[in-house]
């Protein structure tokens, strides 16, 4: 394998289970924009400042190709070229071809349709909320509420029947799961994508009032796209807010005082919400960009087809941006945080990601006023080698 | 202040009408950007600059 001699590969070792490696910090002092060594031999920078986090996000010279990108993660996956995005797979496309798909979703995620779901969404909580009372104290709130509800509000989104939902349910989690052997991810792909086949195909027969069927009754899509962009729907409005809503309330069973000031008084909850995104930073190997072109940035020169992997996590701590970035205040703004990108990728899902959490967050410490860890800070299993970051299990008692 | 919209720009992240939703409103259909309040009082200059600073396609610009 080769290696650039003097370039690191990307920090991963963490001290604390919030705080991102402390090495990010560093390089954010002293380099901001820093080379870096990729598993595959590729040589290119790692950005951990606000300011070029941001300026890149928003720049077209930046591409988001799948076959430009590198991983910079050591992963059997990682040595392998990249095949271009699959049909209908947008995140990992440019322009027209990224906007075509996009343009045709954005009407079904504007700020109030989410919150027209607001009942559903709640009535989906209680729930889980039930569920989580049921199992009694030392149950696991990842497996009784964080994972269960965004999957169920995706599953209501997409138009999954509830007949379905239980083998759906367990075909996903398979597949996120990190203890998952590569067959078993396999085989749980295959038949996730094998159901959704269908489920598109009864849609075609039979249009539904729900997402998947509004795509189909386009007319603008066949089957391979409609199925991929189900796949990246469920994907990515699934495991990321699990992942907040368990680390989330991790981080507030572990902060008191900031607990008590999001339980006090009304109003205070969008802020907490902002602030947990801000603060955890769950997408903790970044975003990925490759340079269509020769640019210069701060006076360096990075050049056409180097890939930079852009620190989300460096940017939402940049002092230059917030203060006092490493303490999380749940009354200060965090408006601004990178957390759902920026430029025109920026998530999608993330008015129902801000009303799937704000309901969840309130409900749970409304439910439960004495909430607090079963076990100690130290044996919370966290996420360390996950794409994105959270914990295993969160056992609770009340 | 003046605000304008590049609906042509607009990404329909939703920001703007998250932000601000006295002066900015998304297009049923598109999601995209629409200006209730290009003129908008002064009580509501400062979320027109949040919004416009949380912008992430650049699709609103803002004159004092």
């Known amino acids: 394998m080769t290696q650039a001699p003097s370039a690191p590969r990307l920090p991963v070792e963490r001290t604390d289970p919030f705080d991102p490696p402390k090495r990010i910090g560093e390089l954010r002092e002293t380099e901001p924009l820093s080379r870096l060594s990729f598993p595959d031999g590729h040589l290119g920078w790692l950005v951990t400042s606000y300011a070029l986090t941001r300026q890149i996000l928003a720049d077209p010279r930046f591409s988001s190709r799948q076959e430009l990108r590198h991983f910079p993660l050591d992963h059997p996956l990682a040595r392998e070229p990249q095949p271009p995005a699959r049909p209908g797979m947008f995140i990992r496309m440019d322009g027209e071809d990224h906007g075509h798909y996009r343009r045709l979703l954005t009407g079904q995620f504007t700020v109030r349709r989410m919150r027209a779901l607001e009942p559903l969404v709640q009535e989906i909580i209680d729930s889980a909320l039930d569920d989580l009372e049921a199992a009694g104290p030392g149950a696991d709130l990842v497996k009784h509420f964080a994972l269960p509800v965004p999957s169920l509000v995706i599953c209501e989104l997409l138009g999954v029947p509830a007949a379905d939902r239980s083998k759906f349910q367990r075909d996903s989690a398979t597949i996120m799961r990190l203890d998952s052997g590569g067959e078993e991810v396999w085989a749980a792909l295959g038949s996730l994508t094998a159901f959704l086949g269908e489920l598109v195909a009864a849609k075609r027969a039979e249009p539904t009032d729900d997402i998947l069927g509004g795509l189909c009754a386009t007319g603008e899509l066949d089957d391979e796209e409609l199925v991929n962009m189900a796949l990246l729907l469920l994907v990515a409005g699934h495991e990321t807010t699990a992942n907040m809503l368990g680390l989330g309330t991790f981080a507030l069973l572990t902060h008191p005082e900031e607990r008590e000031k999001f339980t006090a008084g009304p109003g205070v909850v969008n802020g907490v919400v902002e602030e947990l995104l801000r603060w955890l930073s769950i997408i903790q190997y970044g975003a990925t960009r490759t340079a269509l072109e020769d640019v210069e940035l701060d006076g360096v020169q990075v050049s056409a087809g180097e890939c930079l992997i852009l620190s989300v996590q460096g940017a939402n701590r940049d002092p230059e941006r917030f203060t006092d970035p490493d303490v999380l205040d749940v009354t200060r703004s965090a408006q601004g945080h990178l957390s759902f990108g920026h430029g025109i990728h920026q998530c999608l899902g993330q008015q129902l990601a801000r009303v799937e959490m704000r309901l969840a967050y309130a409900s749970l410490f409304r439910r439960f006023p004495t909430l607090r860890l079963a076990v100690e800070p130290e044996q919370v299993p966290t996420r360390t080698n996950m794409l994105i970051y959270g914990v295993h299990e969160l056992p609770v008692a009340w | ?64």
């Open chain 2, 1 to 64: 202040m003046e605000v304008e919209v590049d609906a042509r720009k607009c990404c329909a992240a939703g920001m703007c009408a998250l932000t601000a939703p006295e002066v900015f409103d998304q297009d049923e259909a598109a999601g995209t950007v629409v200006l209730l309040a290009a003129r908008p009082p002064q009580a509501a200059w400062e979320s027109v600059w949040e919004a416009a600073d949380s912008c992430p396609a650049g699709a609103i610009t803002v004159r004092d």
